[in-house]
């Protein structure tokens, strides 16, 4: 296999100026800015639950008895875990909706100002949400729910902008390797949150709140001012110029076909050779492009799983091993690195072997191994961080790679010319469909949980793990994504096999 001349003799970062690291790292830092001040409400679960129910932790039961009965709190722990796993499905969908509708407005409007605006106004939801009902003794179950709603609509303009930036100054010469290293934004975003909410929890629930709400606000501000959305802003050629002098920059990665002929599209969303204003494409068209539906489906299944760790870890690690809630904040941290790890590592070698579907089917083979190891973690910190890791590697690393670089991929065909008045619409489809499949999981697994235990938690996790590689392996036509393999029912065949060998002698908890 030859070497591919991207990654020959230092190529690829000496194309980049000064310019393209501070989007890197300006996109970077927003995105995790966002996902810090998502991550501080899982984090605080476990508090929020004792000061919203009678308990001798609470501060809030020695309010007077009609103050108390007024702000509708709650009378067990369970009815309050019960409502803060509303709250997270309740955000999902909303932010799924989001997600929808802001990569077309990012698509038609300046993208700087969509995410500065998100990144401001969802600070300000957060710091009413935290600080100013806990302050004012508030406590209101219909003003949290408004207030999360609003959030997940104002969040969701986050991820759409930040990719469509992205794909604006990084063409698809090693798009695998720089998506996979900044897809990790999420993952640092996860660990800023565990460690600032840790370090003031102390203080009360209410201080995390108010130090990410402060600091995302902050970034918005930086964003607004300092972020440059495409190269041809400054006058440097846009990265369609720059490609239409790779050899064989027709072709996708994502694009199966081995034969070059085989590759021709049916239709095209532009005409003209050259073209000096794009015009947005529909949200119809992005949905018709090759790839978008199967990869949308396949990623709702993997975000479902991903997500539930990222809701769930700490208090799982904190109810399931009986461990102080802010030693489960800091351990959680290792999912994270994990996902880091495995995002730039397959997006490597998915530029290696230019196909990003085989690696995405390998890493899901082993992410099932991983799931039944982990699940079976001894009470042990070391231990279980390690299995921690490795599960993130096999889970984040592929939901990294198709959150980021696989929805570049699809926003910037052949079919479009490369616009990237479709790359926002494109990524906001992606996304928006996984976080639908993330709020409906949230519930499952609250439900599954309550009823049958933490077990079969992970089964359900292995069997979304089996779905989506059967939809990533199943064969497409020749406009398709690409199968991982000519034989689809093989490799999918041996997961189903061990899911049913881990579940055979399996019993409600």
């Known amino acids: 296999m030859a070497w591919p001349n991207i990654f020959q003799r230092g190529t690829l970062f000496s194309r980049f100026s000064h310019h393209h690291v501070v989007v890197f790292l300006l996109t970077f830092f927003s995105y995790s800015l966002l996902h810090?001040?998502?991550?501080?409400?899982s984090n605080v679960k476990v508090s929020i639950s004792k000061q919203w129910t009678p308990s001798a932790f609470n501060k809030s039961i020695r309010l007077p008895v009609e103050i108390w009965s007024s702000n509708h709190l709650f009378p067990s722990a369970e009815e309050a875990t019960l409502f803060l796993g509303t709250l997270d499905t309740i955000f999902l969908f909303s932010y799924a909706v989001g997600l929808f509708i802001s990569g077309i407005v990012g698509d038609r409007l300046n993208l700087r100002w969509v995410l500065s605006f998100g990144m401001c106004s969802s600070a300000l939801v957060v710091f009413v949400f935290g600080p100013v009902t806990e302050w004012l003794h508030f406590y209101?179950?219909?003003?949290?729910?408004?207030?999360?709603?609003?959030?997940?609509?104002?969040?969701?303009?986050?991820?759409?902008?930040?990719?469509?930036?992205?794909?604006?100054?990084?063409?698809?010469?090693?798009?695998?390797?720089?998506?996979?290293?900044w897809s990790a934004c999420a993952s640092v975003g996860n660990i800023l949150g565990a460690c600032l909410a840790s370090s003031v929890l102390q203080y009360g629930y209410e201080y995390a709140f108010l130090v990410t709400?402060?600091?995302?606000?902050?970034?918005?501000?930086?964003?607004?001012?300092?972020?440059?959305?495409s190269p041809e802003e400054i006058g440097i050629p846009g990265i369609e110029a720059e490609e239409n002098f790779e050899e064989d920059s027709h072709r996708p990665l994502i694009n199966g076909a081995e034969n070059e002929d085989e590759y021709e599209p049916n239709y095209s969303i532009q005409e003209g050779s050259t073209i000096t204003q794009v015009k947005a494409i529909s949200f119809y068209q992005a949905c018709c492009l090759p790839g978008v539906i199967p990869y949308s489906l396949a990623y709702a299944c993997l975000k479902l799983v991903n997500y539930s760790f990222f809701f769930w870890l700490p208090f799982y690690l904190s109810n399931n091993f009986g461990w102080k809630e802010a030693e489960a904040d800091k351990l959680s941290i290792w999912y994270d690195v994990g996902g880091i790890i495995g995002g730039t590592l397959q997006g490597f070698v998915s530029d290696v072997l230019q196909k990003r579907a085989p690696v995405l089917a390998l890493s899901l083979l082993l992410a099932v191994g991983s799931l039944v190891g982990y699940s079976r973690s001894p009470n042990d910190k070391s231990i279980n961080a390690l299995l921690m890791a490795v599960t993130g590697f096999f889970i984040g690393g592929p939901s990294n790679m198709i959150s980021s670089a696989i929805s570049a991929d699809l926003?910037?065909?052949?079919?479009?010319?490369?616009?990237?008045?479709?790359?926002?619409?494109?990524?906001?489809?992606?996304?928006?469909?996984?976080?639908?499949?993330?709020?409906?999981?949230?519930?499952?697994?609250?439900?599954?949980?309550?009823?049958?235990?933490?077990?079969?938690?992970?089964?359900?996790?292995?069997?979304?793990?089996?779905?989506?590689?059967?939809?990533?392996?199943?064969?497409?036509?020749?406009?398709?994504?690409?199968?991982s393999s000519e034989e689809p029912g093989v490799l999918w065949s041996c997961l189903k096999a061990a899911y049913s060998a881990v579940t055979k002698d399996a019993s409600p908890a």
């Open 36 to 41: 810090a001040s998502r991550k501080t409400f």
């Open 140 to 181: 209101n179950k219909g003003l949290y729910c408004c207030l999360w709603i609003g959030n997940g609509l104002l969040q969701s303009t986050g991820w759409p902008c930040v990719v469509a930036v992205m794909g604006n100054w990084f063409g698809k010469a090693g798009r695998g390797v720089v998506f996979g290293l």
């Open 213 to 229: 709400a402060a600091v995302q606000f902050a970034g918005g501000i930086i964003i607004f001012f300092g972020l440059l959305v």
């Open 411 to 483: 926003g910037h065909q052949e079919l479009i010319q490369g616009s990237s008045e479709a790359l926002a619409t494109v990524t906001g489809i992606v996304d928006g469909t996984g976080s639908i499949g993330a709020a409906v999981g949230q519930y499952l697994v609250s439900l599954i949980q309550d009823n049958l235990g933490w077990m079969w938690v992970f089964y359900f996790f292995i069997l979304m793990c089996i779905l989506i590689g059967d939809n990533l392996n199943r064969p497409r036509s020749r406009h398709g994504p690409p199968a």
